[in-house]
C-alpha cells in the first residue's frame, strides 16, 4: 500500500548540514502523514519529526530549531533538512508513514522505509 526510500546520508562535519529525502508511493487514503524517524546504537527509536497531509510539522524537542520537514508533492517526496548538526545526531534515519490523529494529536506509524546512516564527527 505504502512504498517508502530514503536517501541523503553520509558523513558530516558537527555543525553542517544535510538534507535527506523520501520518496513516497501509495495506493491507499489510510495514512495522512509522514514521519521521520532515527535510531542510534543501544537506544530506541525517536520520532524526531512529523508532517501532516494539512502541512502541519511537529519536532522533537531534540531537533527543533535545527531540522525542517518540508514535502513535494509534485515530486512525491518529503525531506528532513538538518541544520547545526551534533554528534548526538549521528543514527539511522527512518522515513515513516502513518496517522496522526485529529482527537489527541497522536501519531502512529504502520510503513518504514529502509533507512538512510547520518554520521556526525565532532
Known amino acids: 500500500q505504502v512504498q517508502l526510500v530514503e536517501s541523503g546520508g553520509g558523513l558530516v562535519q558537527a555543525g553542517g548540514s544535510l538534507r535527506l529525502s523520501c520518496v513516497v508511493s501509495?495506493?491507499?487514503?489510510?495514512?495522512?502523514?509522514i514521519g521521520w524517524s532515527r535510531q542510534a546504537p543501544g537506544k530506541q527509536r525517536e520520532l524526531v519529526a512529523t508532517i501532516s497531509s494539512g502541512g502541519s510539522t511537529k519536532y522533537a524537542d531534540s531537533v527543533k530549531g535545527r531540522f525542517t520537514i518540508s514535502r513535494d508533492d509534485a515530486k512525491n517526496t518529503v525531506y528532513l533538512q538538518m541544520n547545526s548538526l551534533k554528534p548526538e545526531d549521528t543514527a539511522v534515519y527512518y522515513c515513516?508513514?502513518?496517522?496522526?490523529?485529529?482527537?489527541?494529536?497522536?501519531?502512529?506509524?504502520?510503513?518504514w522505509g529502509q533507512g538512510t546512516q547520518v554520521t556526525v564527527s565532532s
Open positions: 515513516n508513514a502513518g496517522w496522526i490523529s485529529a482527537m489527541t494529536g497522536q501519531y502512529n506509524n504502520n510503513y
Open positions: 501509495k495506493s491507499t487514503n489510510s495514512i495522512n502523514a
